[in-house]
């Protein structure tokens, strides 16, 4: 049983989550809610009611960021100055609190700020490969609903497609 | 797998940094040599005379203080005078026609120094007391003679021509400084370097 | 390693320098605290001392341009002051303050300098390292007495034509632009008498090395020593005066006219003048 | 009755100022695509004015750089007391204008401010730029520039760190984290519209795009993530903002310095930063607006409720100022108060009192609607209220230095050499041209969110806008409401 992929292009969101909605409510056999991917050229978040929550990870890696690093910045601050031998300054001690906890401080921020981006991109698995089943009017104006499907199943979705007067469907055919 | 890979390379370089702050420190074994002249050692120095140090240190067993007579006394090693070559080589007949030794009577004969190149070469900005270390190191723990230079300056004893061997850079000399070391062979106390940005830096 | 360096050495690194009585010679932290005492009703203005300094740390002689720029280089210049309502010129009433360096103990100068490049010796100088330093001048900034100057132009180039360089002291570096440089109290001779002191297992006794300022001065106003040693003529100055080293806004008996300038800042200057004693009366 | 939006409008434009048009809540996505694709190929031949302008200038600065390199800082005609001069005070010029992009990106996005959208990614490049050009002052100030790599921490082989307790280096580390924060940021929420140039662009664009774009698809997971990570770092950017001006601030604070030693320097620093960067933002906005044709998507009530802020923010500052005043005024240092005294007295007097004009009474011509809705008065303002920031900066470093603690070194007759002028100017050169060459390679409009401004409108008005607009809940609809009929 092989699978492949179709896109059908909507012209407003309205539309696509109808689509969506009859695809959920028909039961295709061979055919899970996760393999319904929409592509849009702005966010939709009211879309999660129909496709489900999709786990997003990126606060993870936020938390560990900003534990951590601030962590490791006070150490790394702190033996630094700890090896830069015997520099006593101005009546301050060797190890000073205050200046290491405005860049702990400095340390948090960068540890969060990494992180995150780091997180996005493993969450959001960028950079990727744009697969061929894109169409530029995504980005623009129109909304896209790619499904990944078995074969024996593709003509009803096809035609459930059909039924909600996609701007055009791609892929799907082999 | 990659962005995992990313993320293990970005925990391990800000765990490594801050876990081992401390610098590395040039330096390797004693005699590679590169092709062009250079290596980790320093480069080869092209002497008026090529002297053997090691028929001198070692097969003589010379005291290096015995020519490098500041070493004890100040902040200068100093290279000796001619004079002082030809104190010795004029009572030794034996090695008087070598080439080396022609050499050097030529240089006695013209009345003119020996222009010798300095090898352990220092930065201006930098002085490096010889004497603290002799004192420290020779006379009050008693170490031979020949570990105490040589731990700067190599094992000079099988060279012909000195070169530099160790790195001589700042976080070299830190290095040491940071070790606690003897005060003297009979007493237990042991205490670092000094850390002052002063004591070499003028 | 260095975390292990660290969590042994906690309390040590957390000791808040210099403490009181630390430059004793019970508590074995140091041998040595060099400071000076400063008579101003001996001082006569002479400018010996600006100029042996000239010669002793190879300062460049900028030239009257460059002098009106506010560009000079001199690490102990001669302060000139005039009395208020004293009458006009031969009994205008000159005073002259000596200014160098005061070495502080909790200078302000140091905390500041981005790479560190100020810090401060066991001996309670305040060093400053020429070839660290990148030219930030946060010290000039933060200096209270702004002895602190600033290379603004390449002197070795121009101060020194042909013969001059061979003149130069060898033991002090010749600075380039660029950087902060200061009076240092010639520490190149107080490294040396040290290092030989100690050859012969001993400290350096008083008066066997003093900067080239105290060497010239004339009149011996300056006075310069080891405070750690109690027995020194700069310590028993101190103790008579009734300046003590840690203490800012001490209480004083009428008599004395030692104190330390601008010592409300907390500082705590290494060099204390005396005040000069007029006959207001006359 | 009025109950429909078309006619509170005329309602509204019989009033004394005619209410200026928002963006059309009609305009088509795809025309949104075009317009702002149309800004990167051909824009008015201003630009073109504007960039060679400031190529000249940043090559000003940059012989005026070589120069000093050269020869030395005396060339800068600075001196003992006066170390510091123009460079830095136009080093925190430069640094403070970074927070206004910040503030309007990422704290309007928290709270939910829609009018942000077509605004906001010319701040953040802004506040990019702004901090780039802040680093090089810091580099140009430096004696011995090319030692500078002595301030950053990294294992050596001459076992030196930096000095942890200086400002200067918690400033580093402020600015560093600021700099490559917010440009995470600008790029991390300009990937979407990276992506549709990508789809749109031909050539070497085409691959730049691409490459930039990271193979983004818009799909919904990605969107989710994206969501969650740009609230993320824009709450991570807030505290930053406010912590870097802060840091700052205590180059001075810090400091022994009277005039420097004030408690109060890191909020007046914050605010200041704020406001003189607000202003910057509506220079360029007016000047995006012309050269970039995008008098669709900047609109008056944006510019509106900028001047607004604006004027807000110029209030928090003077206030500040006036606090700073009186808190020496009052206090018991002496040397602060003669520093005081002396600034508003002395000779840089006029400079002073420039600058507390133009910085606090200047922006109250903001309160008048006509002011706000002119596009020359405004440009004009903006320009001025930055000057008068410049002049604090000014005043805050050169009066102070030259009036100490210890009255022997005192000096009164410091003025900047050309050469310290042509850095300055340079350092305009060097912003304009990044600026206008990123303006011309990224989209410097947000698409996405300026359809997601208009998807959201367009929500509110078919749900909402019956009771928003209902006269009987909202009383300033009723009495226009009466007066048009």
Known sequence: MSKSHMLALFSDFDQASEAIRDLKSSNFEGFKLDDVTLKSPIEHPEIEELLGKRPVYVRIFTFFGALFVPLLGFLFVASSQATFLLQPKGGKPVIPLPPNFVLTYEFFILGGVYMTVLGFFISAKLPMKRNKLYNARVSEDQIGILIKAEDAIMPAIKDLFTRHNPLEIMGGDN | MIHRLLATLCFAFLFGTAAGAEPFVQGGPIGSQTPDGYNALGPVVKQPIEFPHYRHARDMGINCMYCHTGARRGYVSVIPRIDKCIGCHQNIESVRNKPRIKKLFEYWDKKQPIPWKKVNDLPDYVRFNHERHIQRFYFRQNRPVREVCGYCHGDVANMTVDRRVKALSMGWCISCHQKDHKESDTNMKTSHGPGECWQCHK | ?282 | MVNTYEETEVAVEKRFVPKPLDINADIAWAKINKDILRSLERPRPIFWVIFIASFALFLVGVSCEVYQYQTGLGVANLNNPQVWGLYIATFIWWIGMGHSGTLLSALLHIMHADWRKPIYRYSEAMTTFTLLTAALFVLVHLGRIWQFYYVVAYPNERWTWPNFQSPLVWDATAIGTYLTSSLLFLYIGMIPDLAICRDNAIGIRKKLYTFMSLGWMGTDRQWANFRVTYLTLACFLMPLAVSVHSIVSTDFAASQQPGYHITSFPPYFVAGAIYSGLAVIITLFIVLRYTFRFEEYMTMPILEKLAKLTFAAGMVWTYLNLIEYATTWYGNDMYAKQALIYRATGPFAPEWWMMNFLGSVLPFALTFKRVRASIPVMLFMSIFINFGMWLERWMIISPTLAHGIYPWTWDDDQWPSFVQWGIVAGSFGWFNMLFMLYCKIFPSVSMYEVKEMLHERRFFKSTNVATARDPAINPDLAVEGGLAS
């Open chain 3, 1 to 282: 390693m260095s975390i292990t360096n660290l969590l042994n050495n906690w309390s040590f690194y957390r000791q808040k320098r210099p403490y009181q009585g630390q430059y004793d010679l019970n508590r074995q932290y140091s041998e040595y605290k060099w400071a000076m005492a400063l008579d101003l009703d001996i001082c006569t203005g002479c400018n010996a001392c600006t100029t042996a300094c000239y010669a002793e740390n190879n300062l460049p002689v900028v030239g009257k341009k460059r002098f009106n720029q506010g560009h000079v280089m001199h690490w102990i210049r001669i302060e000139r002051y005039w009395d208020e309502n004293m009458g006009e010129f031969p009994e205008q009433g000159a005073s002259f303050l000596p200014m160098m360096c005061q070495q502080c103990e909790e200078a302000p100068c140091e905390t500041v300098c981005p790479v560190g490049a100020t810090s401060h010796t066991n001996d309670g100088l305040n060093s400053q390292n020429y070839h660290r330093c990148v030219g930030s001048r946060y010290c000039s900034v933060n200096c209270p007495y702004k002895v602190r100057y600033f290379n603004f132009w390449n002197y070795p180039s121009t101060a020194w034509p042909a013969p001059l360089p061979d003149q130069l002291n060898p033991d002090v570096t010749v600075r380039t632009k660029g950087i902060m440089e200061k009076c240092t109290f010639c520490v190149q001779r107080l490294n040396e008498a040290k290092s030989r002191a100690r050859t012969e297992y001993r400290l350096v006794r008083d008066g066997e090395v003093v900067p080239a300022c105290v060497q010239a001065c004339p009149t011996s106003a300056i006075t310069f020593g080891n405070i750690v040693d109690p027995k020194s003529k700069v310590a028993m100055m101190w103790k008579n005066q009734q300046v003590d080293l840690y203490k800012d806004m001490q209480e004083k008996d009428n008599s004395v006219r030692g104190y330390r300038i601008l010592e409300d800042l907390r500082p705590f200057p290494s060099v204390m003048y005396l005040e000069r004693v007029r006959d207001m009366e006359a």
